[in-house]
């Protein structure tokens, strides 16, 4: 069903990351795949998931909160793929301490770096694969229940949230004319809500 569609994927933590998941039937499915990490230890967890079954999958060093990186990154995808077919986005931090105690408490670092990392990346990502989406393409994002209602533990990671899908509707808007789809998946956990702070601070 996707022979011969190209697409990147950013935030492959572990074998239980919902990107991980997402590659794996993106993968199945006949997709060539491109992978982002942020340091050593994530590449050696990402080479050890795609070498066992992914194995010629591009991996790529890229620090969301470094647009040279980012930069790079969309440069060697269109050196080895030529085009985009699709972006999924999963990549989503805020300090452990702002996941904890009353909102109110966040500092004003804590409050930057979510937003930074967790929603501006959204605009980031979508602007450099904007060259490589000559045919149109998909751009996924993967959100939370606490975007839209308080939940407990979720803190400065539920604005976070909300701020991505707002991005996802203004791109939706501006990049539909160009044929390239944008939407955002609102992913429910059977888990506590402070595990789901947890997962979502790192996939």
């Given at each position: 069903m996707?022979?011969n569609k190209?697409?990147?994927i950013?935030?492959v933590?572990n074998?239980r990351?919902i ?5 794996q039937v993106l993968?199945?499915?006949g997709?060539?795949l491109?992978?982002t990490?942020?340091?050593d230890r ?10 066992e079954?992914?194995l010629?999958?591009l ?6 909160s ?5 930069e ?12 985009l077919?699709f972006l999924?986005?999963s990549?989503a931090?805020a300090p452990?301490e702002a ?6 408490d966040?500092t004003?670092e ?7 990392i967790?929603?501006?990346?959204l ?12 045919e ?9 229940y606490?975007?839209e209602k308080?939940v407990a533990?979720?803190?400065?990671m539920?604005v976070?949230?909300?701020a991505?899908?707002q991005s996802?509707r203004?791109l939706?808007n ?6 390239i ?6 992913v429910l956990?059977r888990?506590s809500?402070?595990?789901a702070?947890?997962i979502s601070?790192?996939?």
């Amino acid at each position: 069903m996707l022979k011969n569609k190209t697409g990147i994927i950013f935030g492959v933590a572990n074998k239980r990351s919902i990107a991980w998941a997402t590659a794996q039937v993106l993968h199945e499915a006949g997709a060539r795949l491109a992978f982002t990490y942020q340091g050593d230890r994530l590449k050696e967890n990402v080479e050890e998931l795609t070498s066992e079954t992914m194995l010629g999958s591009l991996l790529l060093p890229c620090d969301v909160s470094k647009p040279e990186e980012v930069e790079e990154t969309f440069k060697r995808v269109g050196e080895e793929f030529g085009r985009l077919d699709f972006l999924i986005h999963s990549i989503a931090y805020a300090p452990r301490e702002a996941l904890s105690g009353e909102f109110v408490d966040t500092t004003r670092e804590a409050f930057l770096t979510a937003l930074e990392i967790s929603a501006y990346s959204l605009p980031q990502l979508a602007r450099a694969a904007l060259p490589l989406m000559t045919e149109g393409g998909s751009i996924v994002c993967m959100s939370y229940y606490g975007a839209e209602k308080v939940v407990a533990g979720y803190n400065v990671m539920g604005v976070a949230k909300a701020a991505l899908e707002q991005s996802t509707r203004y791109l939706a808007n501006d990049l539909g004319p160009r044929n390239i789809r944008v939407n955002a998946i609102s992913v429910l956990f059977r888990r506590s809500p402070r595990a789901a702070s947890q997962i979502s601070a790192r996939c």
